[in-house]
């Protein structure tokens, strides 16, 4: 679909209350399908690109250079926020190589919902857009509050150091909201320590509003679909037999046509975000196993303060490799339960030409819809429970070389 050449439609107020809080996280990266590609954008899209891109160089080199402050949680922490930028600048990257796919997507959910047939469409619609939007608010919500404690934790530190000190190399105390402090040198100028810091508290904003900003976007796109095929699957299984011959068949063709498309939305988020998917699980899979160790030490110290934090990381981590199982999850099924909408329908009754129409429609979603992670294998349930299974053996592993 061209971008360019396509009338936007007119939002109302559900399609604020569905898309408004996606549109608010996509504009402020730049990523929203459709606005016009311009110079703003651009700006934005290297802005928050490069600003992490620096982060990540300069915490590479620290880490290689200076190491660690003998603080293992701090080495977990830079690590962590080497990963998660990384991918988060691929949920920025991405989406927008894919702009036309997100535009196709994005604009067919606002016509959904300026073209509601009814009060009982209305209200499924409103069902999926309201856990699409409490997945959103909560993991926001969550993400922000992850990191003022990072920045009011850890404020700057505007103490002098003494000439003395500064010739001795004596240990750092300059606070800096995540890493070592001991990357930070007390030869530094407070100028640039306060440029430093700044860049290090912009870049957790605009982190939190890719990396987890990408999920929910991703979370609600589908809970939208998925509701269209609930919708779908409710037509489908309320065909009558004693409709007209006429008006059944045009009735048929209408929803036949709605599922290919439906389908082909399916596909386009499919291919737009595999890779992302396949990212996001192997950064996840690396970041909860660096936990794990971190998480034995804490028990193998008796840092309860260490043991409680490093529990709710693992278990956000988790979680969010649950969201994107939960969608695949959903959207596998809504596909399969075509077959059951049709069964349930009153076929015995139709002429024997339209019963054969809707035989089509049935080997058709034969060919179930699966989310992947980059075409390596599906998302579901199934998947979570197997990575759940080898983590744990993971630190089955791990507890006997570390607590033994």
């Not at 949680?73 to 796919?101: E, F, G, M, Q, W």
């Amino acid at each position: 679909m061209n971008c360019k050449n396509t009338v936007p439609v007119k939002w109302n107020s559900d399609t604020s209350y569905a898309l408004g809080p996606y549109k608010l996280l996509s504009r402020v990266i730049g990523i929203w399908p459709l606005d016009r590609f311009e110079n703003i954008t651009v700006i934005q899209v290297f802005l928050n690109s490069f600003l992490q891109f620096l982060v990540i160089i300069i915490f590479i080199h620290e880490l290689i250079v200076k190491g660690n402050c003998s603080v293992i949680t701090d080495i977990v922490d830079a690590l962590s926020l080497i990963v998660t930028s990384t991918l988060s600048i691929v949920k920025i990257i991405l989406p927008l190589v894919y702009r036309n796919r997100m535009y196709l997507i994005v604009n067919s959910a606002i016509e959904d919902w300026a073209n509601i047939r009814n009060k009982q469409s209305r209200v499924i619609m409103l069902k999926f857009a309201f856990v699409g939007r409490i997945v959103c608010i909560v993991q926001m919500v969550g993400a922000y509050m992850t990191i003022i404690p990072l920045i009011f934790g850890n404020p700057p530190s505007f103490y002098q150091f003494p000439s003395n000190k500064l010739k001795d190399n004596s240990t750092l105390l300059r606070n800096i909201p995540i890493g070592p402090n001991c990357w930070v040198s007390t030869s530094m100028s407070m100028f640039m320590y306060i440029t430093y810091y700044g860049l290090i508290t912009v870049h957790l904003f605009i982190l939190c509003t890719s990396y987890i900003g990408g999920d929910v976007y991703i979370f609600g796109i589908a809970m939208h679909v998925c509701g269209q095929l609930q919708l779908l699957y409710n037509e489908m299984e309320n065909l009558s037999g004693k409709t007209n011959f006429s008006s059944l068949r045009k009735q048929i063709s209408q929803l036949s046509q709605r599922h290919s498309y439906l389908l082909q939305l399916s596909n386009e988020f499919e291919r737009t975000f595999n890779f992302i998917i396949l990212l996001q699980v192997a950064a996840n899979t690396f970041l909860i196993s660096m936990s794990g160790i971190l998480l034995l030490w804490s028990l193998k110290t008796g840092d309860n303060k260490i043991t409680f934090s490093t529990l709710i990381r693992i278990y956000l981590l988790y979680f969010q490799l649950y969201i994107y199982s939960y969608i695949g999850e959903a959207l596998s099924t809504q596909t399969k339960n075509l077959q059951r909408a049709i069964y349930n329908s009153t076929w015995y009754e139709m002429p024997p030409l339209l019963a054969k129409d809707l035989m089509f429609i049935i080997m058709r979603t034969s060919y179930p819809f699966h989310l992947t992670a980059g075409k390596i294998y599906d998302m579901n349930t199934a998947t979570f429970k197997d990575l759940v299974k080898m983590m744990f053996s993971y630190f089955s592993v791990l507890r006997l070389v570390f607590l033994e």
